[in-house]
């Protein structure tokens, strides 16, 4: 299974074995930016369609079937047409700014790629300071953003641009905070040492690590503008946002560095909180005990069928033993997964207020991520059960008091009148 | 008070149940969650399959013609382009020989020419409401998109010209109506032996 | 040079004509302090097609179709005042199964004109466009019925003084009651994805308050207006066609802001529901669908030609009151034809629940009004 596991590397070793030392080391670096530039935007074009996909089917509609089988085309014919379309600058608009802006965009949601770690050993760099990286990268979109909003000479440009700023900077806090706990409990900033620090237990099934996750996936998408953040781009207010002005490959750009970003947001959750490219550790006996408790369960299956399925599942079990799963399958899939609730949160909420925005990271994520700071010191000086519970009751507390304090008369339920 | 969340759970729920619903693997899923659950997908893929219209479905008017195409029922009396509302109708008629007598063709005259603008008509069904002779009815075809506005438009009359047949094929139950008033206009005004003539507008 | 100075902070942005969210080609003027709005200037007429002096060159028949343009969604309800008005000019009966399926179709109309509003009031608020098509899955079976009865999705032009314009196909009714069965069962549906859902709760709540003063003063009506707490239904007040007949309530709101505005329309759902139930298990199968008199007039619209007069016919649509004025001269067409377009009215208390809110806020709040430019412009 190792084999299967370690496809690419090997496969990447075996090529760079044939050629020269001296050629090896620049080789090595062209192939893993080689990789990554060619991933990076078949994974946008990709999302594209499989965002489509599901928002269509959450809506009675079948989504995209015209270009190739299930569609499985469309994206390409998407990105033929942005390429042949008008390249409409406004007039009187900054042209290199609004030029530079959309690239700009994009070049840091691919340079995250690098640190990725997609499958055991399969990490393109394997920074020491990777976290730090992440962060000092990721951050430099809200440049782009509010300069090709300037650039635009629009006004509903230059709003969306200045409420993507402040959004950025304002998640990026709770943001950064909540992943401090993981530096705390692992000592590294190492994305590989943080995957391989959750090899027993995935950080989620923590308390701390559940209130970190759930403070980080939600900064996150607040900060690739998603709804129901996707303030700078509001729609239905603002047109387009800060891309209201562009059209063509340059509107392309500002997309892929979007879908880009919220993929990496997805890949940086999974791997910091969702065990990286681990499995789940579940013993092998109690996984095949439920899936042939689930076979035998579904009575609405004749006898002999249920009997073989409980066979095979108890199979299946044995096997997972095994490790049958290669690490990048199980990265990508919980990645993927991750991005299915970024569609299903798109497919279902509208947006907040840009000022409920703000209250939302100031007033709530923020303190949140202190207090679980505090909740990982805690889990990690006291002995298990009771770290567990105190740092799990800290949280709860907390995270009641701070509903409570912002909570204020606003939200109510009401009765109506029903006159005569 | 409800706990703050519960009901952005339920909203995804409700968009998983949709999502889950259109997949047939999803349905079975409900089913054995004991969720009761019938196909979510509701589109139709517009030129593979068409949505099937009832049979009041109107779109564009035509002209009816009893046998053959010369044997129509318009007598040219312009009632429905006087009250055409967008006034998309235009006759040109009744057709006239050279000392100004009308002309006849089944006993009955006819219009020179009879030009439907489709562009403008907005299918509001008031020429058939008003025409005393039911000679004009409308036609459920509706795929007319042209890039050419005055010229595949403009309907004339020979587009225009569909049999008695193919009314009773589309609208069988309109036309079994229509069948029965023209009979019992005929069997009144068979005596004298005089072709059909407008009604007296007073007397309605 | 202060003046200049507080004014350089301000920012003017034109929201529309083509906006996504204006519901057609609505312009407001808005400007801006930040992102608070200190001006309001709402900007109508880009739609505008003449209805009224159409309407007075044209026979009163040939207005139907027309009426069925300018609320659009609610083409049935439109005709049915219409009607009204005509009726009240000429003196025309009306017959007892006419008037049953009057009151089936324009209830019928508010429940697909509710669905889709709150749908449309969601995408305003950002929602993908899930709420409006779950609303629109809804409308299509409504839909149905309309192209079914009258031969036309959307501009049905069936109502004609006296009735309506044809009976309805057999096996109608039944495919109405199912629909009327199934219904509620969406409408749970639609309450579990928007009612209790926080974010929706924080963008509507205390958001865009119309107060009951306001909103009587500036002769508000519709959801608007109850959802600001005024009982005022016409179909209460006036008792127009059979609506006396049926017992169902009137839902107020008492806040009067967007969320008010919402629920109100659900819950009125309900009680169109209601309505409806009642309607088609009280129907006469035996009278025709309209009254002889009414018949003639469908048959030769020039012969129709009341006394000299004025009426004014009104009905509760979905939108407010939509009040139709026709002056006859004795002639075959109306001397004077007037629209008292809910829609328009309600559109002018739009800054006064704008100002001091948000640009977002300014959006939903015109959702929430319900409007269809091509009744605000006519």
Redesign the interface.
């Known amino acids: 299974m190792t084999s299967l596991d370690q496809l690419f590397v090997h496969a990447a070793n075996t090529a760079l074995g044939l050629l020269s030392d001296r050629l090896r080391p620049w080789a090595s670096i062209a192939l893993r930016i080689g990789v990554i530039a060619a991933a990076a935007p078949a994974i946008m074009m990709y999302l594209t369609l499989y965002e489509r996909k599901?928002?269509a089917?959450?809506?009675?509609?079948?989504g995209p079937?015209r270009v190739g089988v299930y569609g499985l085309l469309q994206p390409l014919s998407d990105g033929l047409k942005m390429l042949i379309k008008e390249d409409v600058v406004p007039r009187g608009a900054d042209r290199l700014l609004h030029l530079i802006a959309p690239i700009l965009a994009v070049v840091p949601a691919i340079l995250l790629f690098a640190v990725i770690p997609f499958g055991r050993r399969m990490i393109a760099v394997d920074l020491n300071v990777g976290l730090l990286y992440v962060f000092a990268v990721s951050s430099i979109g809200s440049y782009a953003i509010f300069m090709g909003g300037w650039a635009s000479r629009n006004?509903?440009s230059v709003?969306g641009a200045m409420r993507s700023v402040a959004q950025l900077i304002s998640y990026e806090v709770p943001g950064v905070l909540s992943v401090v706990a993981i530096i705390m409990v692992t000592g590294t900033l190492s994305l590989t040492g943080i995957v391989e620090a959750q090899a027993g237990r995935w950080f989620v099934a923590t308390p701390w690590g559940f209130a970190g996750c759930l403070t980080f996936f939600l900064s996150g998408v607040a900060e690739v503008n998603r709804?129901?953040f996707?303030m700078p781009e509001?729609?239905?207010?603002?047109?387009a946002g800060f891309h209201t002005e562009y059209s063509g490959m340059k509107f392309a750009l500002w997309y892929m560095a979007e879908f880009l970003e919220a993929f990496a947001v997805c890949a940086f959750t999974v791997a910091f909180f969702l065990g990286g490219w681990q499995g789940p550790a579940i013993p092998f006996w109690a996984l095949a005990g439920l899936l042939a408790a689930i076979s035998a369960a579904?009575a609405?299956l004749p006898l002999p069928v249920r009997f073989v399925g409980a066979l095979a599942s108890a199979g299946a079990g044995l096997l997972w033993r095994a490790e049958p799963i290669p690490s990048w399958i199980w990265f990508l899939g919980k990645t993927y997964a991750l991005f299915f609730v970024l569609i299903?949160?798109?497919?279902?909420?509208?947006?907040?207020?840009?000022?409920?925005l703000m209250g939302l990271a100031w007033k709530f994520l923020l303190p949140l991520a202190l207090v679980n700071i505090l909740a990982a010191g805690l889990w990690s000086a006291m002995p298990f059960p009771v770290g567990t519970a105190l740092s799990a009751s800290l949280l709860v507390v907390s995270a009641w008091a701070l509903?409570r304090l912002n909570?204020p008369a606003?939200?109510?339920?009401?009765?109506?009148?029903?006159?005569? | 008070m409800t706990i703050l969340g519960v009901g952005v759970l339920k909203g995804l729920g409700v968009t998983l149940k949709t999502f889950l619903e259109t997949y047939p693997w999803g349905r079975v899923l409900l089913r054995a969650v004991g969720i009761p659950s019938a196909n979510g997908l509701v589109t139709i893929q517009y030129p593979d399959e068409r949505q099937q219209h009832s049979e009041r479905f109107r779109y564009f008017p035509f002209l009816v013609y009893d046998k053959t195409p010369d044997d129509l029922r318009c007598v040219s009396c312009k009632i429905c382009e006087q009250e055409c509302p967008p006034a998309c109708i235009h006759i040109v008629g009744p057709a006239k020989d050279e000392q100004g007598r009308p002309l006849k063709a089944h006993g009955r005259t006819y219009p020179v020419k009879f030009d439907i603008d489709m562009a403008i008509c907005m299918s509001c069904r008031i020429c058939v409401d008003v025409c005393p002779f039911d000679a004009i009815e409308m036609d459920n075809q509706y795929e007319f998109a042209s890039p050419d506005r005055f010229g595949r438009l403009v309907f004339d009359k020979q587009q225009l010209l569909k049999s008695a047949e193919y009314f009773k094929q589309i609208k069988p139950s309109e036309a079994a109506e229509v069948d029965a008033r023209l009979a019992a206009k005929q069997a009144k005004t068979a005596p004298p032996a005089k072709p059909a003539v407008p009604p007296n507008p007073s007397s309605a | 040079m202060s003046q200049t100075e507080l004014d350089a902070k301000l920012l003017e942005v034109n929201l529309g004509p083509q906006h996504p969210s204006t519901h057609g080609v609505f312009r407001m003027n808005v400007t801006l302090d930040g992102e608070t709005i200190v001006k309001l200037k709402p900007v109508v007429g880009y739609l505008h097609r003449n209805h009224e002096q159409i309407g007075e060159r044209a026979t009163y028949i040939a207005s139907f179709p027309f009426t069925d343009r300018l609320d659009y969604f609610c083409a049935m309800s439109n005709n049915f005042g219409l009607a009204l008005a005509i009726e009240k000019l000429g003196g025309i009966a009306v017959s007892e199964r006419g008037e049953y399926l009057r009151v089936i179709m324009a209830e019928l109309t508010r429940l697909l004109n509710h669905a889709a509003v709150t749908g449309f009031l969601l995408n305003d608020m950002g929602a993908f466009g899930t709420p409006l098509l779950y609303a629109f899955r809804e409308r299509e079976k409504i839909l149905d019925l309309f192209e079914a009865a009258s031969g036309s999705r959307m501009m049905c032009n069936y109502v004609r003084p006296g009735g309506v314009r044809q009976d309805v196909p057999p096996g109608w009714l039944d495919q109405a009651r199912r629909l009327v069965e199934e219904f509620p069962r969406f409408l749970d549906e639609f309450e579990a994805l928007l009612t209790e859902n926080e974010i929706i709760r924080q963008r509507t709540q205390r958001v865009g308050i119309l107060p009951k003063e306001l909103a009587v003063n500036a002769s508000a009506t519709g959801p608007l207006l109850r959802g600001s707490g005024v009982n005022y239904d016409i179909r209460k007040v006036d008792g127009y066609s059979i609506y006396p007949r049926f017992s169902f309530k009137v839902p107020l709101g008492t806040v009067g802001d967007v969320y008010d505005r919402y629920y109100v329309r659900i819950l009125e759902m309900r009680e169109s529901l209601k309505i409806l139930q009642q309607a088609l298990k009280e129907i006469n199968d035996a009278s025709p669908a309209i009254s002889p008199k009414g018949l003639a007039l469908v048959k030769a619209p020039r012969t129709f030609r009341p006394p000299k007069g004025e009426a004014y016919g009104r009905i509760e649509a979905p939108k407010g009151e939509l009040g139709f004025y026709l002056v006859s001269d004795g002639t075959p067409q109306p001397y004077r034809y007037h629209i008292r377009a809910p829609s328009f009215i309600n559109l002018t208390i739009l800054e006064d629940m704008c100002l001091g809110q948000k640009v977002a806020d300014a959006i939903i709040i015109l959702g929430s009004i319900d409007i269809v430019m091509g009744e605000v412009d006519r």
């Not at chain 1, 089917?57 to 079948?62: D, E, G, I, P, V």
């Not at chain 1, 606003?410 to 005569?420: M, S």
């Open positions: 599901v928002i089917r959450m809506q009675n509609r079948f079937t006004k509903f709003l709804t129901p996707d509001a729609e239905s207010e603002l047109v579904a609405k299903w949160f798109r497919g279902t909420f509208p947006r907040l207020r840009a000022d409920q509903v909570h606003q939200l109510d339920h009401r009765t109506y009148v029903l006159a005569d």
